[in-house]
């Protein structure tokens, strides 16, 4: 069944364009939230004005911060959301096997993965429900 699926492309089945939560880095936590929010996946990607990925913030890594750091949650509300970014988030390329994508989540045990091209430049995310949906109707 896996080599039956090696042909459906992460590009297949990625969110592109405006279906992908982004904020610029210099945006504020309150502002990323908002559109994380908007989108109803618990990810933003944060990006340059080349569109160049500088880092990514979940709602697990807002939690954990929020844990971690002793200071009253109105003040995260005003930080840059890259001051709470993860710098070095797993990516994938546009031209992966969906496959290759889905064990990837399945092993890091995550539901997104932001999809670059080969200059680091955001072209789509990864979203494991569409990815699961895929595989299924693939095979049906």
Not at 34 to 51: D, P, V, W
Not at 60 to 67: E, H, I, M, N, S
Not at 96 to 104: N, S, Y
Request: a neutral charge; aromatic letters at 4%; charged letters at 25%.
């Amino acid at each position: 069944m896996l080599t039956k699926n090696s042909s459906i492309l992460v590009r297949d089945v990625m969110l592109t364009d405006s279906e992908i939560p982004v904020v610029q880095k210099k945006t504020i936590l309150k502002e990323a939230l908002e559109k994380m929010g908007c989108t109803g996946l618990g990810i933003i990607c944060i990006i340059n004005e080349e569109k160049k990925l500088l880092g990514i913030l979940t709602d697990g890594d807002l939690r954990r911060k929020l844990l971690k750091v002793q200071k009253p949650l109105s003040a995260f509300f005003v930080d840059d959301a890259l001051d709470h970014a993860i710098f070095s988030p797993l990516i994938i390329k546009p031209n992966d096997t969906l496959i290759q994508a889905v064990e990837v989540m399945k092993h890091k045990r995550i539901w997104d993965l932001p999809v670059v091209d080969g200059n680091g430049v955001l072209v789509g995310l990864l979203h494991l429900h569409p990815a699961v949906q895929a595989l299924l109707e693939f095979n049906s």
